[in-house]
């Protein structure tokens, strides 16, 4: 059968993508917005201040750049701005596709992992052919003249897990570098992503309103405060539907809920536990509408699909804004009791910690008692997770206790000291989000002795507290006694993680491995093992690297493994040759074992790569070793192409020039 000519898929294409405009209700008022564009996520969480750029000019920044990311906070209007963007496209003759992760559902992580087993490429056609509504593939794009100028759009990609993230992204990129004249934009929350091909792409965040631009759409005289929630497009628009002034922005979410969504505070209830349990099932905004409606009823249903909350397509449902979705499995979360805030149940309300907007949500819904309680079960879980939910407290709002915010302050500034690149990195980011005032001391100590004089400077009458501070200060007299170090194996997750953090700086005198390896051997805590694995890396002795490797092979905690491998790529930074290669040998012949786990392998990738400033001379062998033996037993393309990746960055941190052929990994 003949293929239609170029002009006439063209104007399929064209045609689908006018028929997908006409479907997207008009919001409106539109607000105008105003974006920052840089090369460097630094940049972006810095605030410093890139291309400004307006509505009418990413396209053509977009299209000579090639490849663009809109990273933002939700309800900044990234997908107003999206939609906006792909209207302009087609009146600028451009061909554009739309592709909405939105639609990803539970099915589709099968669906892709079958796609791509072979070749990560081959998950572009399932992109374009699963979430583009056009009924065709990637591969139908050589029809369109190759002068043909084109954009594919991405919406949603927090809407999907972190790994599958990077892939995709991964993929985006290979297909700008195939396909002659097409660029792409994809949209995402507030986050680093290790961008492939890093420096071809440009980054960017939308600005939040200006106080003109939001006392244009309000009533003459209007106040506006300093740091206003209407600075969001999102909560401006919540502001004028129900005429408030502002409140905080989970008043505005209630209030959302009761008046627009129509629901009864039962009702409510029921709404946030099905939202709970579709995040839990499919780790998607997509949920089954025959399970949510068995959770909520068909009254219920009927409510949320008739005041536009939710969208039901066939056997599936969605929220039309992920923050009312996002709000209510969080008001679940907010109101179960405090032993069930467990990793597993953070882990499924964050889609494996690829989001953190519902577990900010969450926190911001609890009274202090509760919060402080909740930061700190986020803080034995994930302490990035804490500091991103405190990065969301604004300087008016009832605030968690200064006793935590200063523990997670602190702890996340320590990080900032740590020798993994990516781990400053992700410290570094949380704390420059926050918008407490305390934070600001934190955010400028250059030294540990500097941080130390912020910690002291707290003052306070609450006894565990203090307890925790004079923990904090081991990290100036570099002793630790026995009562202090036997506090890594409590519950006090604060205690139990400060001791471990202390502990990694104090010369060992012999006493402090043999203890850490008795306790090993005896408690049934994951956590424990975990806090004394993380200390292990920083005692270079056979002993210890004995104990890593005992960890790695038979812990059934991922959660150990992960602090195994990381300590033992620690442990061979500051140990003597013949002990290096040791730690060299364990990671290689045990490459499967670490490949099992996405996270463990994703975690080795990031420890091999540390400060060129104390990496010790013959790091890059080492690394290079460590990162050919992964390779090796990768079998995915898209694993063994994020090994190349970790090789050449390495090569660019810790050699000028690298030895013919050493640098190159084949298979």
Request: hydrophobic share 45%; proline share 3%; charged share 25%.
């Amino acid at each position: 059968m003949p293929q239609p000519k170029s002009e006439d898929f063209r104007g399929k294409v064209v045609k689908s993508a006018r028929e997908l405009v006409a479907s997207w209700k008009a919001h409106e008022p539109v607000f105008s917005l105003l974006t920052r564009w840089s090369r460097s996520y630094d940049d972006i969480f810095a605030g410093d201040l890139g291309v400004m750029l307006t509505e009418d000019e990413i396209l053509d920044h977009t299209f000579s750049a090639g490849r663009a990311i809109l990273s933002g906070r939700g309800g900044d209007g990234k997908t107003w701005l999206l939609r906006r963007l792909f209207g302009r496209a087609i009146d600028a003759g451009i061909v554009p596709i739309f592709i909405d992760l939105k639609q990803w559902t539970g099915a589709d992580y099968d669906a892709w992992k079958e796609w791509t087993q072979d070749n990560l490429g081959a998950g572009a056609e399932f992109l374009v052919r699963r979430f583009s509504g056009l009924g065709v593939g990637i591969i139908d794009l050589d029809r369109l003249a190759p002068n043909i100028r084109k954009i594919i759009f991405v919406d949603g990609l927090n809407e999907i897990t972190a790994t599958v993230g990077l892939e995709v992204l991964t993929t985006l990129d290979e297909i700008v570098a195939y396909y002659m004249n097409t660029s792409v934009i994809v949209v995402d929350r507030l986050t680093r992503r290790d961008l492939p091909s890093a420096g071809r792409w440009w980054i960017g965040t939308p600005l939040p309103l200006s106080d003109a631009e939001i006392r244009r759409h309000l009533p003459k005289g209007a106040a506006v405060v300093e740091n206003d929630l209407r600075s969001s497009p999102f909560f401006l628009d919540a502001a004028l539907r129900s005429g408030s002034a502002g409140e905080r922005r989970v008043t505005m979410l209630q209030r959302m809920v009761h008046e627009h969504f129509g629901l009864t505070e039962a009702e409510a209830v029921l709404v946030a536990e099905a939202c709970f349990a579709a995040y839990s099932a499919a780790r998607s905004r997509m949920f089954n509408v025959v399970a949510f409606r068995e959770k909520v009823g068909q009254p219920v249903l009927n409510k949320l699909e008739q005041s536009g909350a939710i969208r039901v397509d066939g056997t599936n449902g969605f929220f039309q804004h992920h923050i009312a979705h996002d709000f209510l499995a969080a008001m679940h979360v907010a109101g179960l009791d405090s032993d069930l805030w467990t990793p597993r149940l953070l882990r499924e309300l964050s889609f494996d910690a690829s989001s953190f907007d519902a577990v900010e949500l969450a926190f911001e819904q609890l009274a202090e008692g509760p919060a402080d309680l909740f930061l700190q079960k986020l803080y034995d879980w994930n302490l990035y997770a804490a500091g991103y939910a405190l990065a969301q407290r604004r300087q008016g709002d009832a605030p968690v206790g200064i006793e935590m915010r200063t523990v997670i302050l602190a702890m996340l500034s320590d990080k900032c000291f740590d020798p993994v690149i990516a781990t400053r990195q992700r410290a570094a980011d949380a704390l420059r989000l926050m918008q407490i005032e305390e934070a600001k001391p934190f955010q400028h100590a250059t030294t540990l002795v500097e941080l130390c004089a912020v910690v002291n400077a707290v003052e306070s009458d609450v006894e565990w507290f203090n307890e925790w501070k004079e923990v904090f200060r081991i990290s100036e007299t570099q002793t630790i006694e026995p009562a202090t170090l036997v506090k890594i194996t409590e519950d006090n997750s604060i205690l139990g993680w400060t001791v471990a953090n202390v502990a990694k700086r104090v010369d060992d005198d012999g006493r402090i491995l043999a203890q850490l390896a008795g306790w090993l051997g005896e408690s049934p805590n994951a956590t424990v093992r975990w806090r004394i694995a993380h200390v292990l890396g920083t005692i270079p002795e056979h002993a210890a690297l004995r104990c890593l490797r005992d960890l790695i092979d038979n812990d059934a905690d991922e959660d150990v493994r992960y602090g195994a491998v990381r300590s033992l790529v620690e442990l061979a930074r500051i140990a003597g040759p013949e002990l290096r290669e040791e730690a060299r040998t364990v990671i290689a012949t045990r490459s499967q074992t670490i490949l099992m786990s996405d996270r463990v392998a994703r975690e080795l990738r990031s420890s091999l790569l540390i400060d060129p400033l104390v990496a010790p001379a013959g790091w890059l062998s080492f690394a290079r070793a460590c990162i050919q033996a992964l390779f090796i037993e990768s079998e995915r393309l898209e694993d063994r192409d994020l090994w190349r990746g970790c090789l050449n960055e390495a090569e660019k941190l810790y050699s000028a020039a690298p030895v013919a052929g050493e640098g190159e990994l084949h298979g």
